[in-house]
């Protein structure tokens, strides 16, 4: 089974750029659909962009133009650059990855990381 784990959340004000890594190990398929999900306190875990095996990506409205995320199959990593930051994406942040051929960022999924947070301030 492939181990997922996120790293460089942080503490930003409002308007700043984050880059979110999460680094895969044990079981890794190039096959991967890869995900980050996020959840406030008090809130449902989201969907906030995905990327298929062939590089196509879906992102969600709320993220659109802000967000992007990539994949280096070389270093086994995904990735997500946030740029324009509001206090709404203040959330945990989760990477997942699963084999499923529609690939799309919707519960359940295979495996997923422990989370980094991400706290947006004004």
């Known amino acids: 089974q492939v181990q997922l784990r996120e790293s460089g959340g942080s503490s930003v004000q409002s308007g700043g750029s984050l880059r979110l890594s999460c680094t895969a190990s044990?079981?890794?398929?190039?096959?991967?659909?890869l995900v980050w999900f996020r959840q406030a306190p008090g809130k449902e875990r989201e969907g906030v962009a995905a990327?298929?095996?062939?590089?196509?990506?879906i992102y969600a409205d709320f993220v659109k133009d802000r967000f992007t995320i990539s994949k280096d199959s070389t270093k086994n990593g995904l990735y997500l650059q946030m740029n324009s930051l509001k206090p709404e994406d203040t959330a945990m942040y989760y990477c997942?990855?699963?084999?499923?051929?529609?690939?799309?960022?919707?519960?359940?999924?295979?495996?997923w990381g422990q989370g980094t947070q991400v706290t947006v301030s004004s």
């Open positions: 997942a990855a699963d084999l499923r051929h529609r690939c799309i960022a919707t519960l359940p999924f295979r495996a």
């Open positions: 044990g079981y890794v398929s190039s096959r991967y659909c």
């Open positions: 990327i298929a095996s062939d590089g196509t990506t």
